[in-house]
């Protein structure tokens, strides 16, 4: 039924289109000259019909699920719920829901069994009266734009209002999404900050979240010092940004300016495809690769490596950032004007002075992007980090020690125990407001870098 609410929705919003199309032709075959052309006329219809249906669909399909558990749960027998949870309540829906898709375990009660039946006639009922509707709307708003065609009408300013109207309920909904993630985060932090001391997860230098979350459970108090887990992720991102940066430039200025055409083709598409590579296949390389080959060859050399360490780590998450910044460089080098290029050699500069003295600087900000790119992936990576890093939050800078990250932490803290009434899954919300923070600043002080050298080069 969903699927032919949306058929429906295209085919109105397709004969909506030819409709009022033909309509418009019609008059100007006639002799009248019309105000707007055939196809705004045409796009009018169209988007009137499909926007508010489309709409209705979605909000009908948010709230048809909620709506029909409420009921049904309501109509159970008077009796049923009383003394139980909220956990315990919506185990027995999802038992319900089971029963209606056909998995069953054991015997259900009649009461549940009565409960499944009065669960698929809601949907049937729903779903058939959605599909209904959409059909009714469809033809309402299809004859309405229908009555709109005339010499006079303005088609083309109101296809623009409502493409306006689009963009910005986009942009309304971006901006209202990054408000709820930060007002979520921040909540929830307060909420552990009100548990744990500032300072103490600011400036401590042990952590171990590992406390007891049932009665009857022996676990440590808990130690919330989040250094420990910021300076690994710092060492990680220092270790990756050190192979990263120096690779992708050299790699972007050889094949924006030295590198023959033939090359160009075969080395571009390989850069492409290191970055479609999924970070699990990175992190599978560093830990059967490159972290055995680091161990032997510190074993070999007298010095005490771990099995996972920062460096096997941030090595390969250093390889899968390099295509990022390769890129995002050369683009910015190709993006100067040619008549900076000229002029340097007709001062007599080198292919090598005219890059050094006047293309890289000018495409600074292009390559800055590039960077804050790969630092923003270098600091959110969690995979390669679990695989080849290690879990342990250790107080050191050792690279060929087993360290963690922030995003790390935030995935361990979560899983298992979700309620968000104990330190130790509030921590992760701290964790992730920590690195908005910091991701934030590597923003700001990014853009200003950009618009400083905008005001020279521009």
Request: proline letters at 4%; a neutral charge.
């Amino acid at each position: 039924m969903t699927l032919a609410a949306f058929l429906v929705l295209f085919a109105a919003t397709l004969v909506g289109y030819m409709i009022n199309r033909r309509a418009a032709q019609a008059i100007r075959a006639g002799g009248t000259r019309l105000h707007s052309l055939e196809n705004f006329h045409g796009l009018y219809s169209a988007l009137t019909i499909l926007v508010p249906v489309f709409v209705f669909l979605l909000a009908w399909l948010v709230f048809q699920g909620p709506v029909i558990d409420r009921i049904v749960m309501a109509s159970l027998p008077s009796g049923t719920l009383d003394g139980l949870g909220t956990g315990e309540v919506q185990l027995i829906l999802a038992e319900i829901k089971s029963i209606s898709r056909g998995t069953v375990f054991g015997t259900p009660e009649d009461w549940k069994l009565a409960a499944v039946d009065r669960l698929v006639t809601y949907q049937s009922l729903s779903t058939a009266l959605m599909l209904g509707l959409v059909v009714v709307l469809a033809a309402t708003l299809l004859y309405f734009a229908r009555l709109r065609v005339a010499a006079e009408f303005r088609a083309r300013q109101q296809v623009e209002k409502i493409t306006s109207g689009l963009m910005i309920f986009c942009s309304v909904v971006a901006i209202f999404t990054t408000v709820g993630i930060v007002a979520a985060l921040l909540f929830e932090t307060i909420k552990f900050f009100s548990m744990v001391p500032f300072t103490e997860f600011l400036f401590g230098t042990s952590w171990e979240p590992q406390i007891p979350i049932r009665e009857d459970q022996i676990a440590a108090e808990g130690a919330f010092g989040a250094v420990p887990v910021f300076l690994g992720t710092i060492v990680i991102a220092t270790v990756a940004l050190t192979v990263a940066v120096p690779v992708g430039l050299l790699t972007a200025i050889y094949l924006n300016e030295f590198a023959p055409r033939k090359v160009r083709k075969v080395i571009k598409p390989i850069m492409e495809i290191l970055a479609g590579v999924p970070t699990v296949v990175y992190g599978f390389f560093a830990i059967l690769v490159i972290a055995p080959a680091i161990r032997q060859f510190g074993q070999s050399i007298g010095l005490d490596v771990a099995p996972n360490t920062a460096l096997a780590a941030g090595s390969v998450m250093g390889v899968m950032l390099i295509p990022f910044i390769s890129s995002f460089a050369d683009d910015a080098l190709s993006a100067v004007p040619q008549s900076l290029r000229d002029g340097a050699f007709a001062l007599g500069a080198t292919r090598a002075e005219t890059m050094l003295n006047v293309l890289f600087p000018a495409a600074i900000p292009g390559i800055v992007g590039g960077v804050l790119l790969a630092v923003s992936r270098a600091i959110g990576e969690t995979m390669i980090v679990v695989m080849a890093a290690g879990l342990i939050a250790k107080m050191t800078i050792n690279p060929l020690d087993s360290v963690t990250a922030v995003t790390v932490q935030i995935v361990t803290l979560l899983i298992g125990d979700t309620s968000f009434d104990n330190p130790k899954t509030l921590a992760a919300f701290a964790l992730g407001m920590m690195l908005f923070i910091v991701t934030l600043l590597i923003n700001v002080l990014a853009l200003r870098i950009v618009r400083k050298y905008r005001e020279i080069y521009d």
